[in-house]
């Protein structure tokens, strides 16, 4: 079975910086606590450390998703939005993404994911499935603030960063339950 694209290969060309974790790495096995207990799948849903660096100038806030183009929904599947980060905040500690953003920074609010919950959702890919892509993005952009507010979607969070985005850094670890 052939993986579905990258969505933000359908985006306009921004540059790119640098994100690491000390909890996650590119293309590896996510660790059990950015798995979901939640679904069931034996994890803690705990939202990962992330640092990032190296932003375009004018960057003006961020926000942070976490996507799995990989589930078998024909829309993938967001399992983390937080957006009005601010410009001066460059890390988010692990676990800041519980239901409650205690450990965001001030002004950053987290959107619903896709299961209807606020804050991080673990990785929870049907048994059997193969391994999932998890899009951890860091976007940079050139506005203080989203004209948004928490009862939005998702993929309405990305239209209105659309036009608005400098550049996005990637990490993309990877889960598979067999």
């Known amino acids: 079975m052939s993986q579905p694209p990258s ?11 640098e994100v690491r974790s000390d909890d996650v ?3 590896q096995m996510l660790p059990m606590p950015q798995v979901s207990g939640i679904f069931g799948a034996g994890g803690e ?11 375009p100038e004018g960057t003006q806030s961020y926000a942070v998703t976490c996507f799995d183009p990989d589930a078998p929904t024909g829309s993938g599947f967001w399992h983390w939005v937080v957006f009005d980060i601010p410009a001066s905040c460059t890390e988010l500690a692990s676990g800041a993404g ?6 965001l920074p001030e002004g950053a609010q987290q959107l619903c994911n896709d299961a209807g919950m606020y804050g991080y959702l673990g990785s929870a890919p049907p048994l059997g499935h193969g ?27 990305g239209f209105n960063m659309f036009g608005t985005t400098l550049g ?3 990490i993309t670890p990877v889960y598979e339950q067999s």
Do not use: K, N, Q
Not at 45 to 55: E, I, K, N, T, Y
Not at 98 to 103: A, I, L
């Open 7 to 17: 969505p933000y290969d359908f985006l306009p060309a921004v540059a790119s910086f």
């Open 25 to 27: 790495a590119e293309g």
């Open 45 to 55: 849903d705990r939202s990962p450390h992330l640092a990032w660096s190296g932003a």
């Open 98 to 103: 519980d239901t409650e953003g205690s450990g």
């Open 131 to 157: 391994p999932h892509r998890y899009m951890f993005a860091v976007h940079a952009l050139s506005v203080p603030s989203l004209p948004i507010d928490t009862s939005v979607s998702p993929a309405i969070c």
């Open 168 to 170: 996005r850094a990637l």
